[in-house]
């Protein structure tokens, strides 16, 4: 009797063991994975400010640029671009980090344009607002460097815990899976050629 009572109560610490390590590790995933949603609103949050943004730089600079039109339209239509592509921050593949930060890439470029053509209004780059403005892209562009590293980081810590052993085995029962990351933009390893 005093046997089958002690092999009971060993069958049953073991299982409430078994039960807290396996609750345990699921657990970690499921705040890493929460981690991985909140560093990605983060990045939304940044962009989405870089987006209200240009509403008013384009009202500024319009007063001065009338017949840069093009530039200005393709600036909003980059715009309309970049806030139609969304990303489901459940699953966030790499083919989706793509697209979004492709339809991103082509917003920096049409400012990135309109900032150069911008250079031939002297009167324009005197004005206060429009100085303003570029101050606060600028600053909202580090935010964005800044929010996509955090991301990375916190994508490196979720990844590497579902992939190590054993983790990784409950991690696919349990349908955890890995998440994309930010990358540079293709030819960014290659130093620009400068020329004077």
């Not at 039109?69 to 909003?76: A, F, H, P, R």
């Not at 810590?157 to 990351?181: L, S």
Request: charged residues 20%.
């Amino acid at each position: 009797m005093k046997k089958s009572i002690i092999i009971i109560a060993g069958i049953v610490l073991f299982v409430i063991i078994m039960i807290a390590w396996i609750s345990g590790m699921y657990n970690g995933l499921v705040n890493r994975e929460e981690g991985t949603k909140q560093a990605w609103a983060q990045v939304e949050n940044v962009y989405q400010r870089r987006s209200d943004l240009i509403p008013n730089l384009v009202e500024t600079v319009k007063g001065y640029a009338n017949f840069e039109k093009s530039t200005l339209t393709d600036v909003v239509n980059a715009r309309a671009k970049a806030t139609q592509v969304t990303v489901d921050p459940t699953k966030l593949t790499p083919a989706q980090i793509q697209n979004f930060q492709g339809a991103q890439n082509g917003l920096s470029s049409a400012l990135g344009r309109l900032m150069v053509v911008m250079e031939k209004y002297p009167d324009l780059k005197a004005n206060q607002n429009f100085l303003d403005l570029q101050a606060q892209l600028e600053g909202t562009e580090n935010r964005i460097a800044v929010e996509r590293k955090k991301f990375n980081e916190v994508v490196m810590d979720y990844n590497t815990a579902v992939r190590r052993f054993p983790r990784n085995i409950f991690a696919g029962m349990f349908g955890f899976q890995q998440k994309g990351y930010f990358q540079a933009e293709e030819g960014a390893a290659k130093a620009p050629k400068i020329k004077f």
